[in-house]
């Protein structure tokens, strides 16, 4: 295994505990459902002993997202298959759309404002439109830029423009916690940068290093994103770490994306043989950015 590679695997086991399970649906989000979403119990052990994860751990992590609903499970004679449920494809696609497509790129000078019935549960009704994107004001004031689909009964929707761009800013600044989102992508690109500088300088990688830290990546990365609304870039502080991070991920998962494919197209087994090739949105991941042009995959 390379030593970039290691490196990654004993910072992953620094963080305890180890929730494999959340890596189990990143496994599947990213690899696994563009390529039909069914996989064997023995290729899921086969990945995850090389992120040094016990079967026994990985089979309760199993259980447990059965019976919450994430995945459903069947057996064809003594092997034993997974794939998402409605509900985990449903979310994972929501976050697929927030990983890997190019964040907005123009702002249109004015804001959504959502004003809460009073007759709506509060904490409920911010924790759905946080989700969507939307920074809150005040107790019952949420806002975002224009242009947000969201339609809800009970919800007076106005617009607003403010004076100025640095006005702007200042709003931004108050309905969404910039700071502690951009220390998530300043700890990702820390994490990640000696892994694009291994790569720039030629280091070797077998196609299961290549699908290990693809997993990682995309996985880390998520844990940053999902938290971020996503702004346009006018009204996010310069320079934002949150681009820095975005080109460093779409460049390391473009550079490795052939060899993991690799392993996936030698080793990975669903319940009629290996899997298909992936589907069409799969070549839409980090469009916009390019892999690197040297590749040493062994």
């Not at 992590?61 to 059965?66: D, F, G, I, K, T």
């Not at 019976?67 to 509900?87: D, H, I, M, P």
């Not at 006005?167 to 931004?172: E, I, P, V, W, Y």
Request: glycine share 8%.
């Amino acid at each position: 295994m390379a030593a970039f590679v290691e490196s990654l695997l004993d910072r992953f086991h620094e963080r305890t505990p180890i929730r494999a399970g959340s890596l189990i649906v990143t496994v599947f989000g990213d690899a696994i459902v563009p390529r039909g979403g069914v996989l064997s119990l023995s290729s899921l052990h086969e990945i995850m002993r090389a992120f040094r994860i016990s079967d026994t751990l990985v089979r309760t992590a199993l259980s447990r997202l059965v019976s919450e609903g994430w995945f459903e499970r069947w057996k064809v004679g003594r092997n034993s298959y997974y794939q998402l449920t409605a509900q985990g494809q449903e979310a994972f696609a929501q976050a697929t759309q927030r990983i890997y497509a190019d964040p907005p790129q123009t702002w249109h000078g004015s804001f959504d404002l959502l004003l809460r019935d009073n007759g709506q549960d509060r904490g409920t009704l911010r924790a759905e439109l946080s989700e969507a994107g939307y920074g809150a004001l005040g107790p019952d004031l949420l806002i975002a830029p224009a242009g947000s689909s969201v339609g809800r009964e009970g919800i007076l929707r106005l617009s607003a423009s403010p004076a100025d761009l640095p006005t702007a800013r200042r709003l931004a600044e108050r309905a969404w916690p910039l700071e502690s989102i951009e220390g998530r992508y300043r700890r990702f690109v820390d994490t990640y940068a000696g892994t694009l500088q291994a790569l720039e300088s030629g280091a070797r990688f077998s196609s299961l290093d290549a699908l290990l830290v693809r997993i990682l990546l995309i996985h880390d990365y998520r844990r940053a994103v999902l938290k971020d609304p996503l702004l346009p870039q006018e009204l996010l502080p310069t320079p934002w770490a949150g681009a820095a991070a975005r080109t460093l991920c779409g460049t390391i998962y473009k550079t490795l994306l052939p060899a993991a494919e690799q392993w996936i197209d030698s080793h990975a087994q669903n319940d009629q043989g290996p899997l298909p090739p992936v589907d069409q949105d799969f070549q839409q991941r980090f469009a916009a950015i390019q892999p690197l042009t040297k590749s040493q995959a062994s």
